[in-house]
């Protein structure tokens, strides 16, 4: 089984914490990782409420079903009862010891009505993406060390996955799509998609139109890592901008696609606010798109668009577990320098990051950095372009290009958790 990054932080939560809440997409691994933990040696009960009779009882006496439950448990797919939550701040509030309970859900709870409060200061919140570049190839990546930090690069990237860029991007991370390929893997991503907007989004709301959805998250594909334009949305499907908004919304509930928020502060100029969309997972995008490797390579430039979700995807999940907590966000002024990708710690510092697929780079692509670096002064770290070369240049000083195969360089460890 490959390991997980995040086991650690879950450990360390269950130390501490009386509740911790794991959520993630459907079928990113929460259910493997929780009965791994166990397996392990942590000594608790396991529910899932995806079993009728558990949903059932959960459903029909919440305060009674967790009074019944063991002095340690976990209870898969939380989301399906949310009247639990309250009987949980009950049961915690009686005792508070560590580890009480391991909850885990295939959406948000945190945006349902009433649960954040529920639990306040009592839960600590963990979110589990699909397989990062550096789970699959066996490596503890320290890319975001690197960026923000002092420490340069090595020479060369010190990880390979065994596997090309497009291949990682077709294959994308969800655990049962790392595992099939071909025809096996498109199937899979079908009835993933089926399923989940069929059963996950029902649970959230009730929506009488529901075939929109497959063809909102085709066309929010083909406009993956572009600016959220809802209006140019509403126009495209037909259906209105309140409408289109809440689907959004229910899209992001349930882990399918990602906000990137632009990056704004005091720095003299107007910057465009509107947040770039990303697909959760590149593999998902390439099935909603119909891309294939052989489409890639008479047309190159749909590569552009995967390549920049792809690596914003890597640094969401490396920011999961990363103990400088930084936070992503994306620049754009309206002089019409950007740049893909402005990394903030927690003192502050920024760095810059642009996207570019192919093999060579040159001063232009490192116009958005210059302007970022102008603007930020001492605040400015680093600037750097990932290409698709396999040498690092410096570009000048606090920018360089590094191969896009150091995102996922890193320390190799073994695959347990």
Partial sequence: MLGRHLAPELRASLAD??????????????????????????????????????LAAASSDPEGFVRGLDEHAVIDEVQRVPQLFPA??????????????????????????????SLAGRMEVHTLWPFSQGEIAGVQEVFLDRLLGETEMPVRPDADTGEDIVGAILRGGFPPAVERSGRRREAWFAAYVDALLQRDVRDLANIHRLAELPRLLRLLAT????????????????VPQSTVQRYLTLLEHV????????????????????PKLHLVDSGLAVHALGVTRESIERDPTLLGALLESFVTMELVKQCSWSPRSPRLHHYRATGGAEVDLVIEDRSGAIAGLEVKAGATVGARDFRGLRDLADAHGDRFLRGVVLYGGDTLVPFGERLAA??????????????SL
């Fill in 17 to 54: 914490s009386p509740v911790t809440l794991l959520v993630g997409a459907r079928q990113s691994g929460k259910s493997t990782l929780a009965q791994a933990l166990i397996s392990e040696g942590w000594s608790a009960s396991y529910l899932t409420l995806d079993d009728g009779a558990t």
């Fill in 88 to 117: 949980i701040k009950v049961g915690v509030d009686r005792d508070r010891r560590p580890g009480r309970f391991l909850l885990t859900g295939s959406a948000n709870v945190l945006l349902l009505p009433r649960v954040s409060e």
């Fill in 402 to 415: 590094w191969p896009i195969q150091t995102l996922w360089a890193g320390l190799s460890r073994s695959a």
């Fill in 223 to 238: 406009r993956t890592a572009s600016l959220l334009n809802v209006a140019e949305l509403s126009r495209a499907t037909g």
């Fill in 255 to 274: 882990f399918l696609v990602v906000r990137i928020p632009s990056w704004h502060t005091n720095v003299g100029k107007r910057l465009v606010k509107a």
